[in-house]
């Protein structure tokens, strides 16, 4: 009997961890639809701003604004996004993965000389840099709670004061694109400077479609305002494709977990129905036997 009720226990176990894994599942799903609103109604904007960048800065000889100058990457900075909670399958680990790769592929040099620093946007990539004691810089795990562009322009604004005092020659953000429910990119891209390859991509197509615009006030006037933006822009997105990523990753290991919880509980069920029938047979032998002893 001490077998029965230990099977019952773990049926009883297994079954309220299935309850809540359904409950993460359905939480997430309501979410996950907000954030990729969130991301979709983003995504043509940020696109459009670059387009208008750089065909507005392809006849320049060269910008004077301290965003897209390009320096020795001596000092680098390393922003990872990544989520505040766990039980969203590999999503945070990809990043943490992603930021090492990073940093040993392309700046193990800085790493040796203690140039290598780490902002992180979410709980879970701030502990693990602190934990090995990286360089990590202030504590931006809040920002989840209002998701919103001037917060996320704080952290931006501060990245940019950096870079312009020379704290980093260059900034690198790595973290999940959001495609589908079932599906996140890992992606890293740059910052600081703004990159020319994007600015030369641009270029080739004004060239082919030979846009011409009246600007008013000066053409470098309005690039000075927009290379800022598009910087904040660019954060903002990596951040909203994060955060329908976690949902949707969560959602899927949740679902996940709950068939496995499904199928634990049937082989359980057939363990508990096996062990009781024995029960019952050696009960039932036992019955006889005696009633037999007696009638002899």
Do not use: C, W
């Amino acid at each position: 009997m001490a077998n029965l009720k230990e099977v019952r226990n773990r049926i009883a176990s297994v079954q309220s961890t299935q309850q809540i894994t359904k409950a993460m599942k359905m939480v997430s799903a309501a979410k996950l639809k907000r954030a990729t609103n969130a991301i979709i109604a983003l995504r043509p904007y940020a696109t459009k701003l670059k387009e208008i960048l750089g065909n507005l800065s392809a006849s320049l000889e060269g910008s004077s604004s301290p965003f897209i100058q390009e320096r020795e990457p001596n000092k680098v900075l390393i922003v990872t996004v990544s989520s505040n909670r766990g039980l969203a399958g590999a999503f945070n680990m990809n990043v943490i993965k992603a930021a090492n790769n990073l940093i040993a592929e392309k700046y193990s040099e800085q790493l040796k000389n203690g140039n290598v620093s780490i902002i992180s946007i979410g709980k879970k990539t701030q502990d693990f840099y602190e934990k090995r004691k990286y360089n990590v810089i202030g504590n931006n795990n809040e920002v989840y709670s209002a998701l919103t562009f001037e917060n996320v322009t704080k952290i931006t604004d501060a990245i940019m004061a950096g870079f312009i005092k020379g704290e980093f020659d260059k900034v690198e953000v790595v973290y999940n694109r959001f495609r589908n429910a079932a599906v996140q990119f890992i992606t890293t891209e740059q910052l600081l400077p703004l990159p020319k390859a994007e600015e030369a991509e641009i270029k080739t197509e004004k060239k082919s479609t030979n846009i011409d615009y009246i600007l008013e006030p000066s053409q470098e006037e309005i690039v000075e305002q927009l290379i800022p933006k598009s910087i904040k822009i660019q954060l903002y997105k990596a951040v909203l494709d994060s955060h329908a990523s976690e949902h949707g990753a969560r959602m899927t290991s949740m679902d996940k977990a709950t068939e496995n919880a499904g199928e634990l509980l049937k082989a359980l069920k057939l363990s508990y129905n096996q062990a009781r029938q024995a029960a019952i047979t050696t009960e039932l032998t036992e019955i006889v036997s005696g009633a037999a002893a007696l009638n002899g």
